[in-house]
């Protein structure tokens, strides 16, 4: 809506505001904590979330953890999945087990899916965010925008301020979501209708303004952005009714400690998911809700379910009998909730790549695949250090459109898999094979750790138009990195002092870009030597720029060499790779080796990557860790990269 005549109130600027801060717009705060971008940070909650909802942690979400610094408090606090296991009813209809699976995909990531609940994580993200701000980035509670005005006339100007938000300071009582009087915290309040009001600024409030050069959206599921952009949320929600428990089991049951999924004779399915501290989670499928009479949700278009009525017992009774002939019981029950399983994405994920909507906001499915946290913080992983750089004069704004083309994608991919998996879970016994479930498991499995998210050609991606994102596109040079997926992690070697260390761990979000110039076996091969020595040059260059794009955090030229140690120097590397800093101190952590160390197995990062020694091969790797780019490791190839940044890069536009 336009914002309203009001008398004059507290105005401000800002780079960026982002609008909630569940996962999706903590880990937005947390690019511009790092990139140091001025943010606005808003919920209209009083608190955070203190316990429950989401849970599951992919592989590749604590790859991204380790490189904001962090992913070692995950490690030591969360469950880790490494078992499957598939229940299925006798004849007499009891359940017995049937298969025993990997959880995941091994080895696909260091990391496996873990489980711990969102509050937590939301804390780590909340931590690192003050770390890296200086306490200067923080959520504003509880404030809520109640108009919101764009100026598009500014066409794609990064320096001016086109969008004005009025913000309205909440009340503490006007905060707290209603918890329909139940004891146990629940999730209720946010799982049917939704709890958005729609109000309108009025004299007399406690409103500010603040004047934004960007907006994210990351207000959930009701996301009142995206209702201000008229975006619309398409598809479709069933009649089907899932309880959640987090409990503290006393249970004869043996897999408890492991992941199950169980489907009973006549009672429906559930989910086992063992979690951190003793806890279990347990998604139950509810056959019997009761309904608020015959009155249909604005929102589903289905029964609104009476929430007043589902309680933790209830739910509790559905699972002891889909457990017969095991016994449950409860020793504490931490939370609960129960969800209606829709499937929705919204047909934009931006309006005129100045306000953009981000998380549930953008889509929304059933929890039971673990996504909706890890794809909601992947979208702005995804975005938010493209805005960073529009943002600082640092890039195009160009590079705003690959959000959308990039993440609209995998929320399609991820609501197709959600279908298959709903439909599954939801079936009668006997209306799918444990063949087919299983099946459909196994190959979402991948999908689910996050690993095989392959971005299409674009600005920030080098690779044929027409490649179908269901086929990697390799380069010859490194046959096993795909193009427009993220770089697997290897063992690595720091040529200064001999420190093995993997890779993922010396390639942080400092929102730089990385040239890892692999130049092979340049002691072996002499024309690779001269070829060291030409990219050298060229970098070193004044009109290369390199020395400033360092000290803007836009590029870090990296080598990677694979040569017998015993007969590399150190002064063998050009001084680009090496350079001093104001002081004269030198970087010693820009030149890696893929050699054999004395004290554990490395050298194999070549073969793992499919990169010839006696060719090697040069690769742009994005700020958030996906391979933009493979070139030969020559003067020509240097040039043909540097075109390619020259495409979005300010400064490298400059020179080229
Ligand atoms: C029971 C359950 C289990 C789940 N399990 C998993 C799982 O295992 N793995 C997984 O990945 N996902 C899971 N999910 C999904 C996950 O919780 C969501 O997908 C995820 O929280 C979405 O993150 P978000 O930041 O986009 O939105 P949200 O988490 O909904 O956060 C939105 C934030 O915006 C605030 N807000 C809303 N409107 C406004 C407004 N107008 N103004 C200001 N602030 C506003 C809200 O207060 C909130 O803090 C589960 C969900 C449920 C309910």
Known sequence: MAVPELAPLKESKVDVVIVGAGPAGYMAALWFARMGIKAKFIDKRSTKIFTGQADGLQPRVLEVFETFGFVDRAIKEVAVGYEACFYEPDDEGKIRLVDKQPEGVPGISRFNGSVIHQGRIETWISDAIEEFSKGELQVERPLLPEAM???????????????????????????????????????????????????????????????????????????????????????????????VLDIVPITDFPNIRKRCS???????????????????RLYIQLREVDHEGDKLSEV???????RSKLTAEQILATAQKIFYPFSLEVAETHWFTAYQIGQRVATDFQKDNRVFIAGDACH??????????????????????????VVKGLADPSILHT?????????????????????????????????EFRSVIEKGGAFTTGC????????????????????PYYSALASNLAIGMRLPDTRIVMQSD????????????????????????????????KQMADIGEFLARPESNVAQLRRDAVLQPMLVHASPQAEVTWDDFPAVFRPRDERGVMDYWSVLADTPTLHEKTGDAYEKYGISREVGAAIVLRPDGYVAKVAEPTLEGIEDIWRFLGGFLTAVKATT
């Open 149 to 243: 005005e764009v100026d598009t006339s500014v066409g794609d100007s990064t320096t001016e301020y086109p969008v004005k938000m009025v913000l309205k300071k909440l009340p503490d009582n006007d905060a707290g979501p209603d918890q329909f009087g139940h004891k146990v915290e629940n999730g209720l309040y946010r799982q049917f209708d939704g709890d958005q009001k729609y109000e309108v600024p009025k004299e007399g409030e406690d409103l500010e303004v603040v004047h934004a050069k960007y907006v994210l959206g990351c207000d959930g599921a009701h996301s009142w952005v995206r209702k201000q952009l008229g975006i619309e949320h398409k598809g479709e929600t069933t009649d089907f009714v899932w309880g």
């Open 262 to 280: 169980i489907h009973s004779k006549n009672d429906g399915s559930i989910m086992v998911i063992p979690r951190e501290n003793g806890l279990v």
């Open 300 to 306: 589903t278009g289905k029964k609104r379910v009476d």
């Open 364 to 389: 929304t499915h059933s929890p039971k695949a673990g996504q909706g946290m890890n794809v909601s913080m992947m979208d702005t992983f995804n975005l938010a250090w493209k805005i960073g750089y």
């Open 403 to 435: 959000y959308e083309l990039e993440r609209h994608a995998v929320a399609d991919d991820l609501i197709a898999y959600d279908l298959q998996l709903s439909r599954l879970f939801s079936s009668k016994p006997g209306e799918i094979s444990t063949e």
């Open 452 to 471: 095989t998210v392959n971005y299409d050609a674009s600005v920030l991606i080098d690779k044929p138009a027409d490649r179908p994102r269901t086929e």
């Open 498 to 529: 001999g420190r093995p260390w993997w890779f993922n761990q010396r390639l942080p979000s400092t929102g730089e870009f990385r040239l890892l110039v692999f130049i092979g076996d340049y002691i072996n091969n002499p024309s690779l030597k």
